[in-house]
């Protein structure tokens, strides 16, 4: 049947830079079954990556091709044999395939610890990252980094794999998500190659694991992990770890796999606070070569508060816009461009939630917030409420402060304050990213 994968990349090269084909589609496999073309991912980070930006140009223009409408599809694989044959067959993860070739290859190179934004929201995570990438199997071992998705986890990870490559290119490091690493295992079973996964994983230098709380409920994987995890330790080699939550939290998790997740580090990374999403998104435009406003990025970071990976969503679709219709990218032309996205967003939070969200934190009635008494008790979160709304909504001065009964100038001084206290008040900053992360979610 008919390669057309390579002729799609050769379509793509006028409308993409170059640093964009060969970190997300270069790595790309094609297998094709009459009208519907499967691309295969070397891992979870580019498969991600391609569905969210580029799925829909590459079904386009496969279609432009084949002289017919394609659906595409993007799994995580490798079509290259088991046997050593030239034939080309499906991948099972590639667990059934030689592991050696699971070293070092999946590491996404533009992942670095020095391309990864710091913010009050990450900086410990990023500060445990540096100290583990600098030495292995010493400093934290295991660290695990938990939060939410989209947040950066897959970042660091990648980049303490890459640090650690660049001092020692012989170094043997494995990147793999949880899923992935449970799939090679049912393969091995099914294949009778236990041995052979069980000797590859037990040798590694590095063992760099994604979304481990896939495990939870899954008996034989955690006893199989956690015999391996032993060996790794025992031989003090490098174990990280990527969760949704602090794994004490996890539900159907060995209660020794929870004790031996918490033996190094674990460090949580947070929703990025307005400046560090400022960051992000003038930091990644400047690795695509893209030239973007200040007051755009402005404009994205205020309204696409809580994902990374969907700053980089926005980012990218304004990028593909603005090439395929040579318009530059203002503020203007971001609003029309993202005005789906952006409607989303601007739903999922209005000023009588967090009016609601603030008085039930605080155990008070709603209309306590725009009432006139002054008592700390109340005016304290009042002005959080304030700040938040701030934050989290389009609304102006004038119309948040007409919300709670009070005129622009103390919804100005409600956000001077709390970014004040913030800074110097532990628990009234808990208590803002917990309101903002609810409000947010």
């Keep these: 049947m008919e390669d057309i994968w390579e002729p799609c990349l050769k379509r793509l090269e006028g409308k993409l830079q170059e640093d964009e084909l060969g970190t997300w589609l270069r790595p790309l496999q094609m297998l094709r079954?009459?009208?519907?073309?499967?691309?295969?991912?070397?891992?979870?980070?580019?498969?991600?990556?391609?569905?969210?930006?580029?799925?829909?140009?590459?079904?386009?223009?496969?279609?432009?091709?084949?002289?017919?409408?394609?659906?595409?599809?993007?799994?995580?694989?490798?079509?290259?044999?088991?046997?050593?044959?030239?034939?080309?067959?499906?991948?099972?993860?590639?667990?059934?395939?030689?592991?050696?070739?699971?070293?070092?290859?999946?590491?996404?190179?533009s992942?670095?610890?020095?391309?990864?934004?710091?913010?009050?929201?990450?900086?410990?995570?990023?500060?445990?990252?540096?100290?583990?990438?600098?030495?292995?199997?010493?400093?934290?071992n295991p660290l695990l980094i938990y939060g939410e998705s989209g947040l950066g986890k897959t970042h660091l990870m990648h980049g303490i794999g890459n640090a650690i490559l660049d001092r020692n290119r012989s170094a043997r490091i494995v990147y793999v998500g949880a899923e992935q690493w449970f799939n090679q295992m049912v393969s091995a079973i099914r294949y009778a190659r236990q041995t052979e996964f069980k000797d590859f994983y037990r040798s590694v230098d590095t063992l760099l694991i994604d979304d481990i709380h896939f495990l939870a409920g899954k008996e034989h994987s955690q006893e199989e992990f956690f015999h391996t995890f032993n060996v790794l330790i025992d031989g003090r080699k490098q174990i990280v770890l990527t969760c949704d939550r602090y794994p004490r939290e996890l539900n159907k998790l060995d209660e020794r796999l929870k004790s031996r997740f918490t033996w190094g580090l674990s460090v949580p990374i947070e929703p990025p606070d307005l400046e560090t999403r400022v960051a992000i998104l003038l930091n990644k435009a400047d690795i695509l070569g893209v030239h973007l406003p200040r007051d755009v990025a402005m404009l994205v970071a205020q309204r696409i508060r809580t994902n990374v990976r969907e700053l980089e969503g926005a980012l990218h679709r304004l990028t593909a816009?603005?090439?395929?219709?040579?318009?530059?990218?203002?503020?203007?032309?971001?609003?029309?461009?993202?005005?789906?996205?952006?409607?989303?967003?601007?739903?999922?939070?209005?000023?009588?939630?967090?009016?609601?969200?603030?008085?039930?934190?605080?155990?008070?009635?709603?209309?306590?917030?725009?009432?006139?008494?002054?008592?700390?008790?109340?005016?304290?979160?009042?002005?959080?409420?304030?700040?938040?709304?701030?934050?989290?909504?389009?609304?102006?001065?004038?119309?948040?402060?007409?919300?709670?009964?009070?005129?622009?100038?103390?919804?100005?001084?409600?956000?001077?304050?709390?970014?004040e206290l913030r800074e110097i008040d532990p628990q009234l900053n808990e208590d803002y990213e917990s309101l903002q992360r609810l409000l947010s979610s």
């Design 111 to 140: 992942y670095t610890l020095a391309s990864f934004v710091e913010g009050k929201s990450n900086s410990q995570a990023r500060a445990a990252s540096e100290l583990v990438a600098a030495t292995p199997g010493t400093a934290y």
């Design 321 to 419: 816009s603005s090439r395929l219709t040579g318009h530059p990218i203002t503020r203007d032309f971001a609003q029309a461009c993202l005005r789906d996205m952006l409607a989303t967003y601007d739903r999922q939070v209005s000023l009588d939630a967090i009016k609601q969200c603030v008085a039930e934190h605080y155990k008070l009635r709603v209309n306590d917030l725009s009432s006139a008494r002054r008592t700390r008790s109340i005016a304290r979160p009042r002005q959080i409420a304030m700040a938040l709304a701030k934050e989290l909504t389009q609304r102006s001065y004038p119309e948040i402060g007409e919300a709670f009964g009070k005129d622009h100038t103390t919804v100005l001084h409600a956000c001077k304050r709390v970014r």
């Design 33 to 109: 079954s009459g009208g519907h073309i499967t691309l295969l991912a070397p891992n979870r980070v580019v498969q991600e990556q391609v569905r969210s930006t580029y799925a829909d140009l590459i079904r386009s223009n496969l279609s432009a091709l084949a002289g017919y409408d394609v659906s595409v599809d993007v799994m995580i694989g490798d079509q290259r044999p088991a046997d050593g044959s030239g034939a080309s067959a499906p991948a099972t993860d590639g667990a059934a395939g030689p592991f050696d070739t699971y070293l070092n290859a999946r590491l996404n190179p």
